[in-house]
């Protein structure tokens, strides 16, 4: 299958978790690892930047270099099962980006009333139902986001402003169950609080300014 190209964003994960990933993603499509400016080296990166500049940003440099339609991303760090970016793209219909949906979370309460609250935000400014709104495994029309990516957060809240920019224009998004484990390797370099209010910002900020766009071209007629 050549259809779709896999993003892989790398920063200091370990050799063993993303090299099993790549190796399983090898086995039906096109993959690019990202080196997003690792301490290490990542040995099969196709792209490396000697200084970090975002997970987002990394899969924004990812989607410039794919030459397929269609690209999917993943998480390096073994949480999510690379066998379920195959059950997305096989079920991949007229959808202009399929997102798999963690039907478990990690982490403490803290963590999960945040996320919720989020999500809730989210829903009631956009309009939508977001049964998951940040999950790191989904497909989707790489000429479709690249329109965006002047929008899309450079850090960890690329995923939620991705979601976002295709929900509130109006482009067809379903989710799709996926499996979701205990986090792998190095610790999290997200700091909860600092990028929760990122994700907040870039959630009303989007909303309103393309909500606002949209009323400038209906008034316009």
């Known amino acids: 299958m050549r259809g779709l190209t896999v993003i892989i964003p790398v920063h200091n994960e370990r050799e063993e978790s993303y090299r099993s990933i790549v190796s399983l993603c090898h086995r039906y499509f096109e993959v690019l690892v990202i080196d997003d400016g690792s ?3 990542v040995p099969i990166a196709s ?3 000697e200084k970090a500049k975002g997970y987002g940003n990394a899969i924004k440099q990812g989607m410039r270099l794919a030459k397929t339609e269609y690209v999917g991303i993943i998480d390096a760090d073994s949480q999510y ?3 379920d970016l195959f059950n997305l793209w ?4 007229d959808e202009d980006m399929l997102i798999g949906r963690r039907m478990t979370h990690q982490g403490g309460v803290m963590r999960f009333l945040g996320r919720l609250g989020l999500k809730l935000t989210a829903s009631t400014l956009s309009w939508h139902i977001i049964p998951d709104l940040n999950s790191g495994i ?3 029309k790489r000429s479709l986001a690249l329109k965006y990516a002047s929008l899309l957060c450079d850090t960890f809240s690329f995923s939620t402003s991705l979601t976002l920019c295709f929900l509130l224009d109006g482009l067809k998004v379903k989710w799709y169950p996926v499996s979701f484990r205990a986090r792998k390797g190095n610790k999290s370099t997200m ?3 600092h990028h929760g209010l990122i994700t907040l910002y870039q959630i009303i900020w ?3 300014g393309l909500r606002t766009r949209k009323l400038r071209q209906w008034l316009r007629g």
């Open 39 to 41: 301490e290490v080296p």
């Open 206 to 208: 989007l909303c309103i």
């Open 191 to 193: 700091k909860e609080l």
């Open 90 to 93: 096989e079920r991949l219909k």
């Open 138 to 140: 989904r497909v989707f």
């Open 81 to 83: 099962d690379p066998n």
């Open 47 to 49: 792209f490396r930047r």
